[in-house]
């Protein structure tokens, strides 16, 4: 029988000696995705961004009561408009319903879905158009940082928790995660599963 070798063994993950080094750039630029993804995963941002067609409420996401609904417009339905509850500023008192002249959900052409998302699969639906509703990322950006609905996440009213970051740490990461230059124009297939430790999810977010 040879002689065991006193050398130690490197193991790689499967594909990845195809897979160029993501460059500092896009290693930074992932970070800071990976921020934004806490904030746009929390209660105040994904809940009126749900895979179906109803709002979700409270800090545990759940179905909004009294069966309200998207509607054609994303302003709901009938009696049960967004405006009916959801006046142009926040109600006083805890649990009481937040305010905006804009409160709506995204239309149902464009849902716009955060609820159940991975990072990668929320990474490529901002930049994908046909879902964004034609948006540019710096377009995307501007609606993070000062649109004035957007805003009331971190203005949610008594009772309720705001996001992890503030709205300016929010989005000076966003900048950062699209602010790297392209390592590749195509950055191969990546696995969903592995989207943290996958070497191309950097260029996926900066390209």
């Given at each position: 029988?040879?002689?065991?070798?006193?050398?130690?063994h490197?193991?790689?993950?499967?594909?990845?000696?195809?897979?160029?080094?993501?460059?500092?750039d896009?290693?930074?630029?992932?970070?800071?995705?990976?921020?934004?993804?806490?904030v746009?995963?929390?209660?105040?941002?994904?809940n009126?961004?749900?895979?179906?067609?109803?709002?979700?409420?409270?800090?545990?996401?759940?179905?909004h009561?009294?069966?309200v609904q998207r509607?054609?417009?994303?302003h709901?339905?009938?009696?049960?408009?967004?405006?009916?509850c959801?006046?142009?500023?926040n109600?006083p008192?805890?649990?009481?319903?937040?305010g905006?002249p804009?409160?709506?959900?995204p239309?149902?052409e464009h849902?716009?879905?955060f609820?159940?998302?991975?990072?990668?699969q929320?990474?490529?639906q901002?930049?994908?158009?046909?879902?964004?509703?034609g948006?540019s990322?710096?377009?995307l950006?501007?609606?993070?940082?000062?649109?004035?609905?957007?805003?009331?996440?971190?203005?949610?009213?008594?009772?309720?928790a705001?996001?992890?970051l503030?709205?300016?740490?929010?989005a000076?990461?966003?900048?950062?995660?699209?602010?790297?230059?392209?390592?590749?124009?195509?950055?191969?297939?990546l696995s969903?599963?592995?989207?943290l430790?996958?070497?191309?999810f950097?260029?996926?977010i900066s390209?």
């Amino acid at each position: 029988m040879p002689a065991a070798s006193s050398q130690p063994h490197s193991f790689s993950p499967v594909g990845s000696a195809a897979r160029p080094k993501p460059s500092p750039d896009a290693n930074a630029s992932r970070e800071a995705f990976l921020q934004v993804f806490k904030v746009f995963t929390f209660p105040r941002c994904q809940n009126c961004h749900p895979s179906g067609n109803s709002p979700l409420q409270g800090d545990d996401s759940h179905v909004h009561l009294q069966n309200v609904q998207r509607g054609k417009d994303g302003h709901g339905v009938y009696g049960m408009r967004c405006d009916a509850c959801h006046q142009t500023a926040n109600l006083p008192g805890e649990h009481m319903p937040p305010g905006n002249p804009k409160w709506s959900l995204p239309s149902p052409e464009h849902k716009m879905v955060f609820v159940g998302r991975s990072p990668l699969q929320l990474c490529r639906q901002l930049k994908d158009p046909k879902q964004t509703g034609g948006r540019s990322l710096q377009q995307l950006f501007e609606h993070v940082s000062s649109d004035d609905l957007v805003g009331r996440a971190w203005n949610p009213g008594d009772g309720r928790a705001s996001p992890p970051l503030s709205r300016r740490e929010t989005a000076a990461q966003r900048k950062t995660s699209t602010a790297a230059p392209p390592a590749r124009s195509d950055p191969g297939p990546l696995s969903v599963s592995n989207a943290l430790d996958d070497n191309g999810f950097g260029e996926l977010i900066s390209s």
